[in-house]
């Protein structure tokens, strides 16, 4: 396109424009719109436009057709007036609506030290021997973190109230993020620093002991340093104004010129002593910069009450507190995240200075996820390891073992009601225990310094008298069956002439002999050494004690047995065993249970994990909803968009898990909806330059595939333009969707499906053994000659269309067409049904609906532009054409649900789905 043509058509839309706002300008400067239906606005564009027929001769003095510039005005005219509409909803208000720009890169280019940063750097570097790459990721990552809050130094006039959500994964090491993004909001300027750490007085303790040593650098009520205080340059300004076990607030400190810490319990009490004692501090200097981080965001902190009525206490507790100051950025840390993108968010309502309670705790402003380094050990690589066992996956020897339980129903948990019950230890947890002792060994063997700590855990039932069952049976197996046997087995027979050991040595053969280490050498070293002394089992509920890592220096070697408090925000140390066999009817309930994620450097491909058939299943499940929420998340980074302006949904799984808790997300129980394909042309014309080898080598792929699987080529329906194979398993085009990666921002019909929308249909459809779409028809279609060159389609030319296109941030872009034609989807008919179809008034919907397959199009594009000369030639720096793909399903509409996949939509998603609706059945 050359630039005369660009000025062209941008000066008739500003006519056009232009003469639609004067003759309607209620939808542009009233309240009107609010309320409008954008059906009535398209009825209105397509009057005026009867009623200026002289713009069609304006427009063919133009090189566009008239069709093309109505369309291009329908969608300006449709942006601005939705822009009218968010400047009225979104009123200027300097407290929670001002906009925010980026300010952390030009403060550190101002500063000339930043010193709790620079001491905590130090600190993870020479005490916790950190990694140089993973401190840069950290530092990264914070300082985005950090970016979205507000600038602690505006003017005094300025206010600001910034509401966010860290995404991390469990065992992640959320805690070390928020502890560096805190040391550095110190650094910019933050003077009241406030963390929410969980629900017990343990993780309180345990959170407060870490920023005693981590943000504070100083032994409680003593000058001498500690943790990062040992490399700082000077005095660090941190004070704590609570203490581990007791997160009562001091009411006389101030802080003075000085940044206070308080870490708190999500305690009703505990929150409304925060109420007074930081209205009191208000009074003493009004622009007092507040963070605070809620930790586990999802616990507690969710209304869990129905919309209409009284929020709960915490809930209440903590907007309250954010309403309080005028300056105050909220961040909320979670792994898991569903109930949070639910809370309700209604960007029509102003919160006004009387509203003592303020807006709920969506994260309107910003979602940023902190992605582990690779030594992470996640849900995606559970999954992997759970392939592997089901041998679906090659073998990895980096994962860690999985097995099923097959023995555990009835053995840990009665019928309701059933007083007489007793627990019983079944065969699976025996060998598991077996196994803690044989991993340990290995340990020792390879050299690990014996004073580290090692963790199993039997996590089988909620209720503490079958814990307490549980965990003296275990401790009666030990003695009996392990530690007894290989004491005085003769050492010469290496313990074989005992049963118990022999079915110590089998489990070994069985499961450890990859390692490097014979039998003997394992015999010996459990015998000689102090592992089977050291073992030792601990109960852990709300009536047994904490457990004391911390006060063994010489290493502890625990099987931890118990239920809920395993659950969530504790830190096994060294976890090598994990038993789980409870069940639950949750993501995150089953994701927070998974103690066995997190970093076992130098031990991981020893771990052993336990889990119940069911719970197998669910981790699957789990993994694909939350890599289609985190593909959208990071679909959201890269566009900018914030999440007030950006519908999140989660792929659900009717009767079976649930995202989470019902009460967390009722407003998403009226935001369901089962997204079809059913009638669907879905095209990708936005391709990422670095990825066209990918693309093209995805083709190849398919072409391949469907020749080992005998895929017969149609000749007969096939011409010199068109290649068309039949009958294609539904696995070949899922397969070839992952190989090419399809954009995220597809044509689609909604605005809540991406590209990874048809990855999760097809998995839908191919669970559901869905027949209309278990076979493809697969079409290559061209041009008959082109100036281009073609593509090869296993031996045959397919000359290349080509396609006016743009490159914008390595994006390719089609400019204003689609990438098919009509006559593409027509190959599977012979020419007499075309011309019957034409003869009976067929659209191009209407002939779809005859089609007898879906079909996968593939259309080899030269992307090309306007030259200064007015030649049309290939894009800068493409070589050749690109295979681009589009999806056409057949109508197959079906009452029993199963041609559909059930997502749920938080209530941004829901608005636009009903805008897009309302547009696309007008």
């Known amino acids: 396109m050359t630039t005369e043509t660009k000025d062209d058509l941008a000066q008739i839309i500003t006519l056009i424009t232009g003469l639609f706002k004067k003759e309607e300008p209620q939808f542009f400067n009233s309240h009107a719109q609010m309320v409008v239906k954008y059906e009535e606005v398209l009825e209105k564009i397509h009057h005026f436009f009867q009623r200026h027929l002289w713009l069609q001769g304006y427009a063919q003095s133009t090189q566009h057709s008239f069709e093309a510039i109505i369309n291009k005005a329908q969608k300006t005219l449709i942006y601005e007036i939705k822009l009218a509409v968010k400047k009225i909803i979104y009123k200027p208000d300097s407290t929670i609506r001002n906009e925010h720009t980026s300010w952390v890169p030009e403060l550190w280019q101002v500063l000339e030290r930043r010193p709790q940063w620079e001491a905590y750097q130090a600190y993870l570097l020479n005490e916790k021997k950190w990694r140089p790459e993973h401190i840069a990721d950290l530092d990264a990552k914070t300082d985005s973190l950090l970016d979205g809050c507000g600038d602690p130094n505006v003017p005094a006039s300025q206010t600001f109230s910034r509401r966010g959500m860290a995404i991390g994964q469990v065992q992640s090491g959320k805690t070390a993020t928020y502890t560096a993004l805190l040391n550095k909001a110190v650094d910019a300027g933050y003077d009241v620093l406030i963390v929410l750490a969980g629900l017990t007085s343990e993780l309180q303790s345990q959170t407060q002991s870490r920023l005693d040593k981590e943000l504070c650098g100083r032994v409680p009520n003593e000058f001498q340093p500690t943790g990062i205080g040992n490399y700082a340059q000077g005095d660090l300004d941190v004070v704590a104004l609570t203490m581990a076990g007791s997160d009562e607030i001091q009411r006389n400190g101030l802080g003075g010129k000085h940044p206070v810490l308080l870490v708190l319990k999500k305690n009703v009490r505990r929150l409304s002593d925060l109420k007074l004692w930081l209205k009191k501090y208000l009074d003493f200097k009004e622009d007092l910069n507040v963070l605070l981080i809620d930790d586990e965001a999802d616990n507690a902190t969710v209304n869990t009450n129905d919309p209409d009525s009284d929020p709960t206490a915490i809930n209440a507790s903590i907007r309250e507190i954010l309403a309080l100051g005028n300056r105050v950025s909220y961040i909320g840390f979670t792994a898991t995240p569903f109930a949070n993108v639910f809370i309700e968010f209604d960007g029509d309502k102003e919160v006004t200075a009387d509203d003592l309670l303020g807006e709920d705790l969506f994260p309107r402003d910003f979602i940023t996820l902190l992605e582990p380094p690779s030594n992470y050990f996640g849900l995606s690589d559970l999954v992997k390891a759970i392939h592997r066992a089901q041998g679906l996956e090659e073998e990895d020897p980096d994962l860690p073992c999985i097995h099923t339980i097959n023995d555990g129903e009835g053995a840990f948990q009665g019928k309701r009601n059933d007083k007489d019950f007793v627990p019983t230890i079944p065969k699976s947890l025996k060998a598991s225990v077996r196994q803690f002792f044989l991993v340990n060994a290995i340990r020792d063997l390879r050299g690990e310094p014996r004073n580290t700590h090692r963790s199993m855990v039997v996590n089988v039932t909620t209720r503490n008298l079958y814990q307490k069952n549980i965990l003296a049976d275990i401790e009666d197996f030990i003695n009996k069956e392990i530690k007894g046997p290989l004491l005085v087995a003769p050492e010469d027979q290496n313990g074989i002439l005992n049963p118990y050991v022999r079915e110590l040595k089998a489990e070994f053969e069985k499961h450890f002999t990859q390692f490097g280490f014979t039998w003997d050498e394992v015999f010996q070293e459990l015998r000689g050494s102090s592992t089977v002394e050291k ?243 697969v079409v290559f279609h061209g041009v008959k000659t082109s100036q281009f060159g073609s593509a090869d389609v296993d031996g045959v030319p397919i000359a290349s269309p080509f396609r006016s296109c743009v490159i914008e941030k390595n994006t390719l872009r089609i400019d204003g067409s689609n990438t098919t034609a009509a006559e593409f989807e027509r190959v599977p008919f012979t020419s007499e049904e075309i011309k019957a179809f034409k003869e009976k008034g067929y659209g191009r919907n209407d002939i779809r609906a005859e089609l007898q397959r879906p079909q996968l199009i593939l259309v080899p594009v030269a992307p090309t532009r306007i030259d200064e000369a007015g030649n049309c030639v290939l894009l800068d720096g493409i070589t050749s054409p690109v295979w681009m793909p589009a999806f056409v399903f057949t109508y197959y509409g079906d009452r029993t649900g199963k041609d559909t996949v059930m997502y749920a939509l938080n209530s941004v998603a829901h608005r636009e789905f009903l805008e897009m609706e309302a547009l696309k059945n007008r």
């Open 535 to 777: 073992v030792q089992c601990k109960l852990r509920n709300r009536e047994s004690d904490h457990l004391d890592y911390a006060d063994h220096k010489d290493g502890c070697r625990y099987i931890v047995v118990g239920g809920l408090s395993l659950s969530r925000g504790l830190t096994l140390e060294g976890l090598c065993v994990t038993y789980l066999y409870r069940t639950t009817a949750y993501y995150d309930t089953l994701m927070q249970m998974g103690r066995f994620f997190g970093y076992r450097d130098g031990y991981g491909d020893l771990c052993q994990i336990w889990l119940g058939q069911n719970t197998v299943t669910y981790m699957e499940q789990i993994n694909d909803a939350v890599e289609t929420l985190m593909t959208d998340l990071r679909l959201m980074a890269r566009t900018k968009a914030k999440p007030s302006d950006f519908g999140i949904r989660i792929l659900m799984f009717p009767g079976r898990l649930a995202i989470t808790s019902p009460r967390k997300m009722q407003s998403a129980t009226k935001r369901k909806i089962r997204l079809s394909f059913s009638g669907l042309i879905v095209e990708n014309f936005h391709l990422q330059v670095p990825q066209l080898d990918r693309y093209n080598a995805a083709v190849k792929e398919l072409i391949v595939n469907m020749k080992e699987e005998r895929v017969a080529v149609d000749e007969a329906l096939s011409s010199d333009r068109a290649r068309l194979y039949t009958d294609v398993p539904i696995a070949l085009i899922h397969q070839f969707i992952k190989d090419y990666g399809l954009n995220d921002d597809i044509s689609s019909h909604v605005r809540t499906m991406s590209g990874s929308a048809i990855s999760d249909y097809l998995d839908g459809m191919i669970a559901n053994d869905y027949e209309p779409l278990s076979k493809w028809d």
